[in-house]
C-alpha cells in the first residue's frame, strides 16, 4: 500500500480520486486550501467522505506556499496526485493573476516540494483547455497548444513544468489532460450541473451562445480509473495523455438528453458567447489505451443518467442547493 497526497483533494475530481484510493487501502493525505471559489460547505461534505473511507487525514494548506508544500510532501510519501488549482476559464478570463499563481506557482511548489522528497511520481491534471484554437479534430496529444483563455496559459505552462522536471530533474511526472469531467459532486459552476439542477425545477436555462458549440465531456469514474493506472506506471513518465470520451455532443444536444432524462418544460434563453470559452473539444484517447489500457466507459446517455441520479438523491437528503443558482456565470 502507498501513502498518497492528493491535492485539491476537497474538490471535485481530487475528492473522487482520493476515496477511491482510501477505498482500495492507501494511506491519503487530502492537500487544500478550501478556496472560497465555490461553496466550502461542499468541500468539506467531500473531505468527510474521504475520511470515512479508509485510512484518510485533511491538511489545511496552500500550495502557493512553498514551505507548507515541503513540511506535507516529505520523504514518506509515495505519489502526488496533484489536482489543486483555480479551476475555470471564465474566472481567469477576469483574474489572470490568480490562475497564474494557483496553476503555475502552486505546481512548480508541488513538483519541488516531490522532487526533494523523492516521491516515485507527480501525477498532474491538466486540460483540454491547453489545446484551443482547432487544427483539426479529435485532439491528439501532438495537436498545437494554442490556448484561447488564460487558464489554459496557467494549465500548458504547468504541463510544462512536469515535463521538465522529468527531463531535466528526473522527477517522475504524468499529466492527464481531462475533457470537461461531469458525474456526482461536480463543481456548481459546470453547465451540467447547473442544466440538471434548473431542469429538475423547471426553471429557464441560459445557453451562452446559439448552443451548437460541441464538447467532449468525460464521466468522473472513467477519469479516476484512469489515475489509479498510473500508479506504479513508468510507461507514462514524461508522458501527457487525453483523458476524454472520444465522442462530442452539442450544448443544445446535451439539453435535450438532460429533458428527456428529467422531463423538464425549462425554457432555454441564449445570451452572448462567453470569452474564452472553447468552441469545439474532442478528445483521442488512443495513446492513453496504448499506454494504459484506458477505455472510457461511460456515454453521455448513461452518464448523465447517471449524474440525474445522484442530483436527486442529494436533494433529497440535502434539500436544494441555493448557492448554486446564485453562483455567477463564472
Ligand atoms: N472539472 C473539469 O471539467 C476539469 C477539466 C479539465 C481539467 N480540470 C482540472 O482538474 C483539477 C480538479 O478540478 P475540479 O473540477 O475538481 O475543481 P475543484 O475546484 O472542484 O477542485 C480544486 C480544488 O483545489 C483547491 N484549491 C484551489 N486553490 C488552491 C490552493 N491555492 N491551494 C490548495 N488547494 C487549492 C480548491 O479548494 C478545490 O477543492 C484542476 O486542476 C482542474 O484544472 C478539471
Not at 189 to 216: H, W, Y
Not at 232 to 256: F, H, P, Q, Y
Request: a negative charge; proline letters at 4%; hydrophobic letters at 40%.
Amino acid at each position: 500500500m502507498s501513502k498518497i497526497v492528493v491535492t485539491g483533494g476537497a474538490g471535485f475530481i481530487g475528492s473522487h480520486i482520493a476515496e477511491s484510493f482510501a477505498k482500495d487501502g492507501h494511506e491519503i493525505i487530502i492537500v487544500d486550501n478550501l478556496d472560497p471559489y465555490y461553496s466550502v460547505d461542499l468541500k468539506l461534505r467531500n473531505i468527510d467522505l474521504v475520511l470515512r473511507s479508509g485510512d484518510a487525514s485533511f491538511i489545511q494548506a496552500d500550495v502557493r506556499n512553498l514551505g507548507r508544500m515541503r513540511e506535507i510532501i516529505d520523504n514518506t510519501v509515495d505519489y502526488v496526485y496533484h489536482e489543486a488549482a483555480q479551476a475555470g476559464v471564465r474566472i481567469s478570463v477576469d483574474d489572470p493573476f490568480k490562475s497564474n499563481e494557483v496553476n503555475v506557482l502552486g505546481t512548480l511548489n508541488v513538483l519541488r516540494a516531490s522532487l526533494e522528497a523523492d516521491v516515485k511520481k507527480v501525477i498532474n491534471a491538466s486540460s483540454s483547455s491547453i489545446y484551443g484554437k482547432v487544427k483539426y479534430l479529435p485532439f491528439d496529444e501532438q495537436h498545437p497548444a494554442e490556448p484561447v483563455s488564460p487558464y489554459g496559459v496557467s494549465k500548458l505552462a504547468a504541463e510544462h513544468y512536469c515535463r521538465v522536471f522529468n527531463e531535466v530533474y528526473g522527477l517522475p511526472t504524468t499529466s492527464l489532460r481531462y475533457f470537461t469531467v461531469y458525474g456526482p459532486r461536480m463543481r456548481p459552476d459546470l453547465a451540467i450541473s447547473i442544466f440538471t439542477r434548473k431542469m429538475l425545477s423547471n426553471e429557464p436555462i441560459t445557453v451562452f451562445g446559439d448552443g451548437e458549440q460541441t464538447r467532449d465531456f468525460t464521466y468522473i469514474e472513467d477519469v479516476v480509473e484512469a489515475n489509479k493506472r498510473l500508479l506504479d506506471n513508468k510507461a507514462t513518465d514524461g508522458k501527457v495523455l487525453n483523458i476524454g470520451s472520444g465522442n462530442r455532443i452539442s450544448v443544445n444536444d446535451l439539453i435535450e438528453n438532460l429533458r428527456d432524462i428529467t422531463f423538464s418544460n425549462s425554457c432555454v434563453l441564449n445570451a452572448g458567447k462567453q470569452k474564452g470559452d472553447a468552441e469545439i473539444t474532442l478528445a483521442d484517447v488512443d495513446f492513453g489505451n496504448k499506454l494504459i489500457g484506458y477505455t472510457p466507459l461511460f456515454d453521455i446517455k448513461k452518464g448523465l443518467n447517471k449524474f440525474v441520479d445522484w442530483v436527486r438523491a442529494e436533494q433529497d437528503l440535502w434539500g436544494r442547493r441555493e448557492e448554486v443558482v446564485m453562483l455567477p456565470s463564472a
